[in-house]
Nanobody, 111 residues
Framework: EVQLVESGGGLVQPGGSLRLSCQVS????????MDWVRQAPGKEVEWVST???????LYADSAKGRFTISRDGAKNTLYLQLNGLKSEDTAMYYC?????RGQGTQVTVSS
């Protein structure tokens, strides 16, 4: 059974940082393409970043230079480092593999 459990969200001031984690089970993290997506209230789901099985990474323009996706296969954990956070980054963040995603972790950026 595929499971994805996000954590690490919270309330942070503009310019602050957070590291999101996604603990996975039921498949090989290192062999999978994994995405981070987010959804703000009343808005569509927005793709944020991808890490391919090769280790190559992709970022939405809104994330480039500020966010970093990574994984630790030994720990079965996917990460998203968020730096330089802005109010517009406020959203529920989800890790996703194919059509599966977790319950999400809330990131709120506010002073």
């Amino acid at each position: 059974e595929v499971q994805l459990v996000e954590s690490g969200g919270g309330l942070v001031q503009p310019g602050g940082s957070l590291r999101l984690s996604c603990q996975v089970s039921g498949f090989s993290l290192s062999s999978s393409r994994m995405d981070w997506v987010r959804q703000a209230p009343g808005k569509e789901v927005e793709w944020v970043s991808t890490i391919l099985s090769t280790g190559d990474t992709l970022y939405a323009d809104s994330a480039k230079g500020r966010f970093t996706i990574s994984r630790d296969g030994a720990k079965n954990t996917l990460y998203l480092q968020l730096n330089g956070l802005k109010s517009e980054d406020t959203a529920m963040y989800y890790c996703r593999r194919l059509r599966d995603r977790g319950q999400g972790t809330q990131v709120t950026v506010s002073s």
